[in-house]
């Protein structure tokens, strides 16, 4: 059985009030930016809608794989987590692309990370410092937790510092 935990339609979306599992990916994101000395994001209810649309695309392969970027529809960038189902909590899962910062000095992108630039991409996007705006989903199924966050503007830009 699949369950959306967030749901939204893909037309345009209203702001509300955070649920606590989005308050809880949002306050999460904004604690590593602070630490980074970047400013927070805001939370994006059109962004969290085309993540969720994502979701059952995981499902269906079984495993992580980004969406084709042509197929974003708002020129976002993406980080992608999964767990086994009910083991971790949203914010756990995002506060593993925080623990990247182990690989990560300063520099122009992609040359900030020890070793392959995608060592720390997941969390050079979350500290990118010209992104404003994150929106996430946790797509549920039978096995696994599925976490997708879409950022905009995107970050990870190649030639491009980052602090």
């Known amino acids: 059985m699949l369950a959306i935990i967030f749901s939204a339609a893909l037309a345009a979306v209203p702001q509300r009030p955070l649920d606590p599992v989005s308050a809880s990916i949002l306050a999460e994101h904004n604690l590593v930016r602070a630490q980074a000395g ?62 990247e910062r182990h690989y990560f000095h300063p520099g122009i992108f992609p040359s900030v990370c020890a070793g392959n630039w995608s060592t720390c991409a997941h969390y050079t996007q979350m500290i990118w410092p010209t992104t404003t705006d994150v929106g996430c989903a946790v797509y549920t199924d039978a096995r696994y937790d599925w976490l997708i966050c879409r950022y905009s503007p995107p970050g990870n830009i190649d030639n491009r510092p980052v602090p």
């Open 38 to 99: 970047v400013p927070p994001l805001r939370w994006n209810w059109q962004l969290a809608a085309d993540a969720a649309s994502y979701g059952p695309t995981l499902s269906a392969i079984g495993y992580l794989q980004h969406s084709p970027r042509s197929s974003r529809p708002r020129n976002e960038r993406e980080n992608l987590a999964q767990g086994p189902r009910g083991v971790y909590s949203a914010a756990q899962l995002v506060a593993v692309w925080a623990a």
